[in-house]
């Protein structure tokens, strides 16, 4: 069975673009939810999606969007990009909003 | 202060050793998570505990709720389990749905 896949693997991006991250969860699994991990910190959530509806959100400007589709996959928007978002965008996908989270391998992205 | 703290932040090992990793959390917590997370990003979760002790292979994950205070354990260290192992917390608080807070992680190195 596959994990969870996320694309692209890597991404640069210059300062003011916007940026679309995919994730596509464990077959089966209905919650997504992303992180942002700096280099040399531990993940920061940034959102968790249940059944396509936003169950939570951490500490992020409005900048950063999100949406999950009727087939449970998801989509992470950044707008305006900073080089401050730079950083690997992590996804993990669980059967139910309590059990426990699978990670997908991430996607690097580079702002410069 | 960061709400999941971890100690050490770096440890070198010789193949064989006995290893701990600790985590003290401040907050009240439903469940929490052991993460492994290699070189290129990709983690892979080891445990999730809410009480007790669990044991897998040669890893094993303990926990005191009164004391808010989690160790993984790791006998016989190898070489393959160098990577930055990561403790991850669910609160409580009914608010934070699933979502995870992390440490900032250990980095683990065992030399041959």
């Known amino acids: 069975d596959a994990g969870v896949t996320q694309s692209p693997t890597h991404l640069i991006k210059t300062r003011g673009q916007h940026v679309t991250l995919r994730c596509s969860p464990i077959?089966?699994?209905?919650?997504v939810s992303w992180y942002q991990q700096v280099l040399g910190q531990g993940p920061q959530f940034i959102f968790q999606y249940y059944e396509k509806e936003e169950r939570g959100r951490g500490n992020f400007p409005d900048r950063f969007s999100a949406r999950q589709f009727p087939n449970y996959s998801s989509e992470l928007n950044v707008n305006a990009l900073l080089l401050g978002d730079s950083a690997l965008y992590l996804c993990a996908s669980s059967s139910h909003l309590l059990e426990t989270q699978y990670f997908g391998p991430g996607t690097r992205l580079l702002v410069l | 202060k960061n709400e999941v703290e971890q100690s050490p932040q770096n440890l070198t090992a010789q193949e064989g050793e006995f290893i701990t990793i600790n985590c003290s959390y401040s907050?009240?917590?439903?469940?929490l998570h052991w993460l492994q997370q290699h070189p290129g990003g990709g983690i892979v979760s080891l445990f999730m505990?809410?009480?007790g002790k669990k044991k897998h292979g040669r890893l094993i994950a303990t926990i005191n709720i009164q004391e808010k205070h989690s160790s993984l354990h790791i006998t016989a260290s190898h070489p393959r389990d160098s990577a930055v192992y990561i403790c991850?917390?669910?609160?409580?608080?009914?608010?934070?749905?699933?979502?995870?807070?992390f440490g900032k992680g250990t980095k683990l190195s065992v030399k041959p």
């Open positions: 505990l809410s009480s």
């Open positions: 991850a917390v669910r609160k409580s608080d009914g608010g934070s749905q699933g979502n995870l807070i």
């Open positions: 907050v009240g917590i439903s469940a």
């Open positions: 077959s089966g699994h209905k919650s």
